[in-house]
């Protein structure tokens, strides 16, 4: 009987880190999304970047702004991207980490050597500390993704100022202003 449980404590031991290989898959598939994402809209940008450069012979309203936002939101997707692709690397490197720890508990448990205790333990905190810098990563990946998104929010803004006619223009309260609006909260 005292085998018995000492196998089913073992086997429970080595189920422990599948809560953490699922949230490793959870973080992956998440982040494999948000990095198509933005892949697609790089894609994007490129093409209005390319029609944009062709038309400027053409007096295009706003021109040199328009050039200059495009330039700017394609340098922070390629941080972006970059960022989502370190943080995959982690997240899968994670992954096999906390399967090698199920792995290690079921051996250092077969061994029966206590002085292996400390592997599957390692592994565990180096799979622990993976996903909190792959998580760091995501939160500064996020921040640069506000920005941007804030960016394209004013760029919006000034654009619509510039070309909407001015009865259009006057609809809006003279002290309404989307862009300090963002900066107060």
Known sequence: MEALSSAVAVLTAMITPAVLISACGALILSTSTRLGRVVDRVRMLIERFEETMKTQEEGVEMFEERRSF??????KLTTRTRLLQRSMRVFYLALGVFVATS??????AAVGHPSYAWLPVVLGLAGACGLFYGSVLLIHESRIAQE???AEMDFIW???RALAPPDLRQTRSPHFNPLTLRRKL
């Open 148 to 150: 941007s998104l804030n």
């Open 70 to 75: 495009l330039f700017n939101q394609l340098d």
């Open 158 to 160: 000034k654009l619509g």
């Open 103 to 108: 792995v290690a508990i079921g051996l250092v």
